[in-house]
């Protein structure tokens, strides 16, 4: 079985900075990949940005310039760090990690970006 916890959302002022965390536990082998999506309220999910086991990064159009994912240095932790933060970027964000056996999700942490 595999476990999946974000943290660090909160709240945050438009222009301002914000790092969510992943960390993933359990039974994991091999070839993975950790992506960061986000959900607003009324839309539906979409992928903000993903870091393969083998360090290959992928960003999303839309947050391209302002976001990036990195790895930690724990095992199975990645980042994703958030500059420039505009009120639509607020949202619920997910990690989730996808492994041959299966993709598991987390719970989720809020980022509201509100003056």
């Known amino acids: 079985q595999v476990q999946v916890v974000e943290s660090g959302g909160g709240l945050v002022q438009p222009g301002g900075s914000l790092r969510v965390s992943c960390t993933a536990s359990?039974?994991?082998?091999?070839?993975?990949?950790m992506a960061w999506y986000r959900q607003a309220q009324g839309k539906e999910r979409e992928l903000v940005a993903h870091?393969?086991?083998?360090?290959?990064?992928n960003i999303a159009a839309s947050v391209k310039g302002r976001f990036t994912i990195s790895r930690g240095n724990a095992v199975n932790t990645v980042y994703l760090q958030m500059n420039s933060l505009k009120p639509e970027d607020t949202a619920v964000y997910y990690c989730?990690?996808?492994?041959?056996?299966?993709?598991?999700w987390g719970k989720g942490t809020l980022v509201t970006v509100s003056s």
């Open positions: 359990g039974s994991i082998f091999g070839f993975y990949v």
């Open positions: 870091i393969t086991s083998a360090d290959i990064t």
């Open positions: 989730n990690i996808r492994i041959s056996g299966g993709m598991y």
